[in-house]
């Protein structure tokens, strides 16, 4: 059974950085594209950023482009977002999510839970 | 960039109805469409992709149609499970894009 788990949200001061971790388990980790998708409270749905399985493409939202990275570490099955110079506009949930097959643009089968970033001093 | 358009924002229907959402995309995106459910507290859950293909474990009662600009996911009969916000996406392009979402609430 796929699952993904976020961790590392936290409240944290405009321009302050963050990294955020999801583990995954229950499927071959490096034959999956990966993406992060965020919520703003009481909001939609925001596409943020993918890696193809074996990490060597990624892709980002131009929203968090330059103050984002996305990265994985698939020999510990985790993938990582790597935030900076954040803003009260990056508040949200950051949701991990795992696409059916390795190369991207695609849609995601499995979701975590998500886990909450908020920023404000 | 695709712009995804949901409408209407909320429906309010009664369990046993047959409910219509519709998304529309400004380009063309083929059918590379999928469709989300979300209930509150929880994360997105795939519904539908390639436009018309049920997700496993996705009852029938849920049918996707559409390509191209203009699509539907129809519940063909509303059960209390079924009451949440449902999110079209479009995979054609980069950037992922999804629609506003449409709530579905009990009238």
């Known amino acids: 059974e796929v699952h993904l788990l976020e961790s590392g949200g936290d409240l944290v001061q405009p321009g302050g950085s963050l990294r955020l971790s999801c583990a995954a388990s229950?499927?071959?980790?490096?034959?999956?594209?990966m993406n992060w998708v965020r919520q703003a409270p009481g909001k939609g749905l925001e596409w943020v950023s993918t890696?193809?399985?074996?990490?060597?493409?990624?892709y980002l939202s131009d929203s968090v482009k330059g103050r984002f990275t996305i990265s994985r570490d698939n020999s510990k099955n985790t993938l990582y977002l790597e935030m900076n110079s954040l803003r009260a506009e990056d508040t949200a949930i950051y949701y991990c999510?795992?696409?059916?097959?390795?190369?991207?643009?695609?849609?995601?089968?499995?979701w975590g839970p998500g886990t909450l970033v908020t920023v404000s001093s | 960039e695709k712009v995804m358009t949901q409408f209407p924002a909320t429906l309010s229907v009664s369990p046993g109805e047959r409910v219509t959402l519709s998304c529309r995309a400004s380009?063309?995106?083929?059918?590379?469409l999928a469709w989300y459910q979300q209930k509150p507290g929880q994360a997105p859950r795939l519904l539908i992709y390639?436009?018309?293909t049920r997700a496993t474990g996705v009852p029938a009662t849920f049918i996707g149609s559409g390509s191209g600009t203009e699509f539907t996911l129809t519940i063909s009969s509303l059960q209390s499970e079924d009451f949440a916000v449902y999110y079209c996406?479009?995979?054609?392009?980069?950037?992922?894009?999804f629609g506003g979402g449409t709530k579905v609430e009990i009238k």
């Open positions: 996406q479009q995979y054609n392009n980069w950037p992922l894009t």
């Open positions: 229950g499927f071959t980790f490096s034959s999956y594209a």
């Open positions: 890696t193809t399985g074996p990490g060597s493409t990624t």
């Open positions: 390639s436009a018309s």
């Open positions: 999510a795992k696409d059916p097959r390795e190369s991207s643009p695609y849609y995601s089968d499995h």
């Open positions: 380009q063309n995106v083929n059918s590379n």
